[in-house]
T-cell receptor, first 110, second 113 residues
Framework: GIQVEQSPPDLILQEGANSTLRCNFS?????LQWFHQNPWGQLINLFY???GTKQNGRLSATTVATERYSLLYISSSQTTDSGVYFC????????????FGAGTRLFVKA | DSGVTQTPKHLITATGQRVTLRCSPRSGDLSVYWYQQSLDQGLQFLIQYYNGEERAKGNILERFSAQQFPDLHSELNLSSLELGDSALYFCASSGRANTGELFFGEGSRLTVL
């Protein structure tokens, strides 16, 4: 089945710093999403981005489907950005079956 | 608020017992997905239903079963519970635009003692 790799696995930032999270996938996908899991366990939709670039405030994402990767940019990080960022892709086999990467654990220091 | 409702939020039970987790999808969504997240682990896909029928199956144990009812709510049944079944169980729904975009509930945290 499709493999999803996220890097880096862990990231520590000083408040105000910028960062780039990467998601590589092993096969073509029908869609791709980025989620933030906050310290309370809630999964929050960030982007639905099968291709192209989107921006939402301090966050933006780019997916290059032909090269099988997606990037999540966080600018001017805040302590509330801490948590785990997941990339999830739909392989399209046997109906929708969204597979998650292992995540990037981000800690933003005040 | 994603619009997906899961109950109960927390559940503590003993090994060997059986529990039922419930999920109500967003209004208008036909697909329901179940995921398991063990401590410090990623999300493992368990099973997907679409309009009452099983659509895709992941690494779901035989001790686990699920169904989606005519009103589109879904239940995940976990039986003969083991310590290792302790996890956060998420339900997600999708379907309004048929894109596969998932919206997650807040999860049900199961602790097996």
């Amino acid at each position: 089945g499709i493999q999803v790799e996220q890097s880096p696995p862990d990231l520590i930032l000083q408040e105000g710093a910028n960062s780039t999270l990467r998601c590589n996938f092993s096969d073509s996908v029908n869609n791709l999403q980025w989620f933030h899991q906050n310290p309370w366990g809630q999964l929050i939709n960030l982007f639905y981005i099968p291709s192209g670039t989107k921006q939402n405030g301090r966050l933006s994402a780019t997916t290059v489907a032909t090269e099988r990767y997606s990037l999540l940019y966080i600018s001017s990080s805040q302590t509330t950005d801490s948590g785990v960022y997941f990339c999830a892709v739909d392989s399209g086999a046997g109906g929708f079956k969204t597979i998650f990467g292992a995540g990037t654990r981000l800690f933003v220091k005040a | 608020d994603s619009g997906v409702t899961q109950t109960p939020k927390h559940l503590i039970t003993a090994t060997g017992q059986r529990v039922t987790l419930r999920c109500s999808p967003r209004s208008g969504d036909l697909s329901v997905y179940w995921y398991q997240q063990s401590l410090d682990q990623g999300l493992q896909f368990l099973i997907q239903y679409y309009n009452g029928e099983e659509r895709a199956k992941g690494n779901i144990l035989e001790r686990f079963s699920a169904q989606q009812f005519p009103d589109l709510h879904s239940e995940l049944n976990l039986s003969s519970l083991e310590l290792g079944d302790s996890a956060l169980y998420f339900c997600a729904s999708s379907g309004r635009a048929n894109t596969g975009e998932l919206f997650f509930g807040e999860g049900s945290r199961l602790t097996v003692l």
